[in-house]
């Protein structure tokens, strides 16, 4: 395989009360008592946001459900990164097919401390100015924020660097998450690709702030 190019309980109103009306020498007449209303299933809402894993409760997850994963790496200072989280990231079609499809991870380029990844050392790096995981992922190639891509149990990671809007996103994810991948090129793809999602959000691209 070539490397990855990769919704109240609506209940019903009250039932009034029947009273039973008594008729002269008539003996009264029983009233079966009303019956209880099923509870009426409620379609849960659209989710919120990305559900953001940390390295370890991403690495519980795999050993248990082996899955895609996604990875947003990012920095505090970059504005890019920001304006993905404020507009690519908030669209709920988008939300819905990540947490379907992928574990993702928001992971900051510049972290401090050490932690363990696949059973390997990670940590922050003065002369690279980034955490080695980071570096490690991009291929060297520190750009803020990077998508990374990866099949399940963590092969083939894939960099995709930039920020992208709705429609961007939903193609480079749909490829991945879908399998397209595995029987089309990116280039045949990408010239047939449609988006369905609706795109919110978005304004004006202009350099954010910070950047």
């Avoid at 009360?17 to 209880?36: C, E, G, M, N, Y």
């Avoid at 990305?50 to 519980?60: K, P, Y």
């Avoid at 908030?90 to 401390?113: G, H, Q, T």
């Amino acid at each position: 395989m070539n490397r990855l190019g990769f919704l109240l309980l609506i209940l019903c109103l009250p039932s009034l009360s029947l009273v039973a009306q008594t008729k002269k020498k008539a003996p009264a007449k029983k009233v079966a008592a009303p019956k209880k209303e099923t509870p009426i299933k409620v379609e849960s809402q659209a989710e919120a946001e990305i559900h953001w894993l940390t390295i370890d409760e991403l690495q519980t997850k795999m050993a248990a459900n082996p899955k895609k994963v996604f990875i947003d790496v990012y920095t505090d200072w970059c504005g890019w990164c920001k304006k993905m989280d404020a507009s690519t990231f908030s669209n709920p079609e988008l939300i819905a097919y990540m947490n379907d499809n992928f574990y993702c991870v928001k992971f900051n380029a510049e972290r401090r401390d050490t932690f363990r990844f696949m059973g390997k050392e990670y940590y922050f790096d003065p002369a690279k100015r980034a955490n080695t995981l980071a570096f490690e992922l991009m291929g060297g190639k520190l750009s803020y924020p990077t998508s990374i891509i990866m099949e399940e149990r963590y092969t083939n990671p894939q960099p995709v660097p930039g920020y992208h809007d709705v429609k961007e996103m939903e193609m480079i994810i749909r490829y991945f998450g879908d399998n397209i991948y595995k029987s089309q090129q990116w280039p045949d793809y990408q010239k047939a690709f449609t988006p369905k999602w609706k795109s919110t959000n978005e304004g004006p691209v202009t350099p954010p702030a910070g950047h």
